[in-house]
């Protein structure tokens, strides 16, 4: 696999900050505080995995930005967790792909920031149970939607 260009990572689902994946894959590992961030996209929960998957689309998905200290070496157990084998790859779960989000600004108080971050967005194309099992999250916000389920 092509090595990267280091950028942030943007995160919508297990990966932000103290859900169940960022404890196994960035604690300790990302430099600084994790940056409210913001996504045109499509999010959906796939019920029989637990976790979420953005797809292309207009509405807003929320999530945060991080930087990892060590991209070359932090990256490559993400990719795998993520089951993303390479670009285009035919059994990649998920594509990282280089996306702009708007960011959160803390002085006005609105997402007027842009970065280009990674992303990894969800194949829908390879998942058979995509269309029977998985919900729609209209608020675009899969934390929320987490806590609402784990209770």
């Known amino acids: 696999m092509k090595e990267a260009v280091p950028?942030?990572?943007?995160?919508?689902g297990s990966l932000m900050e103290n859900l169940f994946?960022?404890?196994?894959?960035?604690?300790?590992?990302?430099?600084?505080?994790?940056?409210?961030?913001?996504i045109k996209g499509e999010l959906y929960h796939l019920d029989s995995k637990g976790y979420p998957a953005l797809l292309p689309g207009d509405n807003w998905v929320y999530g945060e930005i991080f930087e990892l200290k060590e991209f070359s070496k932090e990256i490559?157990?993400?990719?795998?967790?993520?089951?993303?084998?390479?670009?285009?790859?035919?059994?990649?779960e998920y594509e990282r792909q280089l996306v702009e989000v708007e960011v959160f600004n803390e002085a006005t108080e609105k997402y007027d920031l842009k970065e280009t971050v990674y992303c990894y967005l969800y194949v829908p194309d390879h998942d058979e149970t995509f269309a029977t099992q998985s919900t729609y999250l209209a608020t675009g916000n899969w934390r929320a939607y987490y806590h609402q389920i784990a209770g």
Do not use: I, Q
């Open 76 to 92: 490559l157990p993400l990719d795998k967790m993520e089951n993303y084998y390479g670009k285009g790859a035919s059994n990649n």
């Open 21 to 38: 994946n960022y404890d196994l894959y960035l604690a300790g590992k990302v430099t600084g505080s994790p940056k409210k961030a913001r």
């Open 7 to 12: 950028r942030p990572l943007f995160t919508y």
